[in-house]
């Protein structure tokens, strides 16, 4: 496994290469994303695993408004690469403007 970290002006992107055994069919890459769902070669070689790590990696990116992508850049080869903001963003619920919510007050 190899991780390699760039540091931009506006960005920064982590990029994560793990080697696969045996090689996993390069279709695939952006299905594994989704929950529960396995590469076909890791089902067949009855590895353990649930399939939710990537899923749950990519509702964390998507909570700080960054991205996560996967590909096969050679045979035998997963990369993740996730671009994270410099700078910190603010978000907010729409429902909390729209009704008036606040949070409790502790008595």
């Given at each position: 496994m190899t991780c390699t970290v760039q540091a931009g002006e506006n960005h920064t992107i982590i990029?994560?290469?793990?080697?696969t055994r045996p090689p996993e069919n390069a279709a695939d890459a952006e299905d594994l994303i989704q929950p529960f769902h396995r590469g076909d070669d890791t089902r067949m070689a009855n590895r353990p695993g649930h399939g939710l790590?990537?899923?749950i990696a990519k509702a964390c990116t998507d909570a700080?408004?960054?991205?996560?992508?996967v590909s096969r850049p050679s045979p035998g080869t997963f990369r993740t690469e996730?671009?994270?903001?410099?700078?910190?963003t603010q978000r907010h619920c729409p429902q909390q403007?729209?009704?008036?919510?606040?949070?409790?007050a502790r008595q």
């Open positions: 990029t994560i290469d793990n080697t790590g990537l899923s700080m408004q960054a991205t996560l992508a996730i671009k994270l903001p410099n700078r910190p403007k729209e009704h008036g919510h606040r949070p409790h």
